[in-house]
């Protein structure tokens, strides 16, 4: 039913166009014509001109009359570059598609007329790709780094427009290494006998840079520094090696007995410490931070309870709190002893840094309900730190409409 | 078209536009939209006395009574229908926080947070609790009564889903991932919900998996179910507590509708846990953000 419908549209929307069409221009050197008016001298001197500019056939992509579309141009940008571009359809289809290309922002790195890089690159490509990912200046500061990092040439492990592998890799887990770094006895050697190639190798070692030697990350957990590998793996040459000699629990629990029976017990439990499963958010060889996160910062957390956020370019979902404030400022991420594992009671976490607040502020706690629900009022009865869409975290304007959703009197007074 | 060539540009451009207007009109696809399936029957709160706070867990015992864990001060309370509203009949102190709850026809069973013994509970011979042992080291999580008395516990530690029936205890399946939530499907088999992954999924007496299916986001947001009902045959009910609704699927697992969404009112959610459809085919829902519980009738299937 769909399919008739767009073809009814197709024949239609074909009429309209053709009862409407001007008469056919007289054929026009559009270069000359269009840079009448527009400087396009420079890229059009670059050294990789787009063939289309080059060509002066500004109307490939530009209508010179009128478009619904900025910059005059035919169609959306991206939609317009697939059109000649083709090879780039395919890629679209992958799961993993880098957010400029997903958002159609194609011009962010090539610049549509000429550019002076190979493959119509605005600048480098380890320039272009640092001019987004901020984190590349804190890896270039570091000792140790991946020669293909180091020479610039990100592509030689991420795809620039998309992927079937999570943060665009070429190949999946450890296959993107194996492609350069072979396995041999010496490798073997050198990872305890056991057959690491079989696990993703960046669990481990950081691929961009680090300060330690073999490009390991910061932090190495200590059974795994000194090589006691048989702490809780059974041996390399066993038939499932990476096997648990024990229940995760009972493995981290014989050292941080405190932190698992606390986990375990706990109220509210995280969902993942609720049954031990440490290695969700820790890595027990080598991770970010003091607490060996698998990941570095809040990003340990997002990437269960915001996935894809960051790229997804949805505003209003999970808005950081501004200042220094992480995910565990508030929350308990072993579990707590409240909902939403708040590590204390909720009015005393913010009083803590919004002190003169907590003291002038709307009346709160159990003496004071909340109309709508019942419940004693708190700071998140009007602020929703995650996904406020007014000022100061409100959930409604606050010059009538929060108050108004409780104080439903006030909107009749005067009347 | 070869007539319009011969009119004036004007008229050409008035017939365009006629086109086109006509040919949208046409080609528009009728809105499909989710239907909005629930409306708010009853909002169920505690007493003075024994307010509701944190509601955890729902389990139903009959029509007109059902128990909700509330895991501030560690109580279950047992509420009973009064003409069309709920009123707060007994609480009863638990001896650790509960996680989940379930009543197999006869009591309420509950689980309690690091305790290997889930609490059994018969309201109607006075309430007491007795502990019923679980083999040492569960972790006991989602909870689920199944036809026949037989109940099934989730042990987070070991990722093995246990089917409990009089003293025996049965390793039913192992779940790789972490279970949310646990209904019966009515006949032999059961629902699992698995929060980080959005999905839900259906597995026959044997532990063999009947169905997956994604629940749908609500925009940007992935669903998180955390709890489930289902009907013998017919929709699946699951509750999503990051899109503070429930979603209904049909029974080829297709959305059938949503009812709820976030708020503080009446009639609205805000991150809510535990989810039981009562034999009148009423669903409760234990809104955890708001402290409360809240009844809703159900009223329309598929639709446009």
């Not at chain 2, 839900?200 to 947001?221: C, F, K, N």
Request: aromatic content about 4%; overall charge neutral; hydrophobic content about 40%.
């Amino acid at each position: 039913m769909n399919a008739m419908r767009w073809i009814v549209a197709g024949v239609v929307l074909g009429a309209a166009a053709a009862a409407a069409e001007l008469p056919p221009a007289q054929a026009v050197d559009q270069r000359e014509v269009c840079l009448q008016c527009h400087d396009l001298a420079d890229a059009l001197a670059a050294r990789v001109p787009h063939p289309p500019a080059a060509r002066g056939e500004c109307t490939s992509c530009h209508n010179p009359h009128v478009a619904r579309f900025e910059k005059l141009l035919r169609a959306q940008p991206g939609p317009l570059c697939v059109k000649c571009h083709q090879e780039l359809a395919a890629e679209l289809a992958r799961p993993e598609v880098h957010a400029p290309v997903a958002e159609g922002r194609c011009a962010t790195c090539h610049p549509p007329h000429g550019a002076d890089h190979a493959g119509l690159l605005a600048r480098p490509a380890a320039e272009l790709c640092r001019s987004c990912h901020g984190e590349v200046e804190a890896w270039q500061q570091r000792q140790v780094r991946h020669e293909p990092f180091a020479r610039g040439r990100c592509a030689v492990c991420h795809e620039p427009h998309a992927s079937a592998n999570a943060r665009l890799l070429k190949a999946e887990g450890s296959r993107v290494c194996t492609g350069c770094h072979t396995i041999d006895d010496a490798f073997r050697q050198r990872h305890g006998g056991y057959p690491v190639e079989r696990a993703a190798c960046q669990t481990c070692h950081d691929p961009h840079a680090s300060s330690r030697k073999g490009l390991m990350r910061e932090t190495v957990h200590a059974p795994f520094a000194q090589g006691a590998c048989g702490t809780c793996h059974a041996a390399g040459s066993a038939a499932e090696p990476f096997a648990l000699l024990k229940p995760q629990r009972e493995l981290c629990g014989d050292c941080h007995a405190a932190e698992v029976a606390a986990s375990l017990a706990a109220p509210f439990p995280h969902v993942s410490a609720g049954g031990g499963e440490c290695t969700d958010c820790h890595n027990p060889h080598a991770g970010e931070g003091e607490a060996l996160l698998q990941r570095e910062g809040d990003a340990t957390c997002l990437a269960c309870h915001d996935p894809g956020g960051a790229s997804s370019g949805q505003p209003g979902r999970h808005v950081t709190h501004t200042g220094d404030v992480a995910c565990a400022s508030c929350h308990a991420p072993h579990g707590g002893e409240r909902p939403l594992l708040f590590a204390r009671d909720q009015v005393e976490v913010c009083g803590e840094c919004h002190e003169h607040q907590h003291g002038i502020t709307h009346p709160l706690g159990e003496s004071t309900l909340d109309p709508r629900s019942s419940n004693p009022m708190d700071c998140g009865s009007c602020h929703g730190i995650h996904f406020a869409p007014y000022p100061k975290y409100m959930h409604a304007s606050e010059s009538r409409d929060l108050c108004v959703g409780c104080h439903k009197d006030i909107g009749r007074r005067g009347q | 078209m070869l007539a319009l060539t011969s009119r004036p540009w004007p008229a050409r451009a008035l017939v365009a536009v006629a086109i086109c207007l006509w040919g949208v009109a046409a080609v528009a696809p009728a809105q499909v939209q989710a239907n909005r399936i629930l409306t708010s029957s009853a909002v169920v709160d505690g007493t003075k006395e024994e307010p509701l706070r944190w509601p955890v867990a729902l389990a139903a015992a009959s029509d007109d009574e059902f128990a909700v864990a509330d895991a501030w001060k560690s109580r279950l309370l047992v509420f009973r229908r009064v003409g069309a509203s709920w009123s707060l009949e007994r609480a009863i102190a638990l001896p650790a926080t509960p996680v989940a709850a379930a009543h197999d026809g006869r009591r309420y069973l509950v689980a309690l947070r690091g305790r290997d013994e889930l609490a059994v509970v018969d309201a109607a011979a006075g309430g007491g609790v007795v502990r019923r042992a679980l083999p040492k080291s569960v972790v006991p999580g989602a909870l689920a009564a199944l036809p026949g008395g037989a109940l099934l516990v989730w042990d987070a530690a070991s990722g093995r889903l246990l089917e409990l029936r009089g003293d025996e205890v049965a390793v039913r399946q192992t779940i790789d991932e972490t279970v949310t939530a646990l209904a019966s499907d009515g006949a032999d088999g059961y629902w699992v919900a698995i929060g980080e992954a959005g999905e839900v999924r259906r597995y026959d007496r044997v532990g063999r998996e009947l169905a997956r299916w994604r629940v749908p986001a609500d925009g940007p947001v992935p669903a998180w179910p955390a709890g489930l009902a289902a009907e013998v045959g017919g929709r699946l009910f699951v509750l999503d507590r990051h899109g503070h609704r429930v979603v209904a699927l049909d029974s080829d697992g297709r959305l059938a509708g949503v009812g709820s969404g976030r708020g503080w009112e009446p009639g609205l959610l805000m991150l809510p846990k535990g989810l039981v459809r009562l034999a009148g085919g009423d669903l409760l829902v234990g809104d955890q953000g708001n402290g409360r519980v809240q009844s809703f009738a159900i009223v329309g299937g598929i639709g446009r």
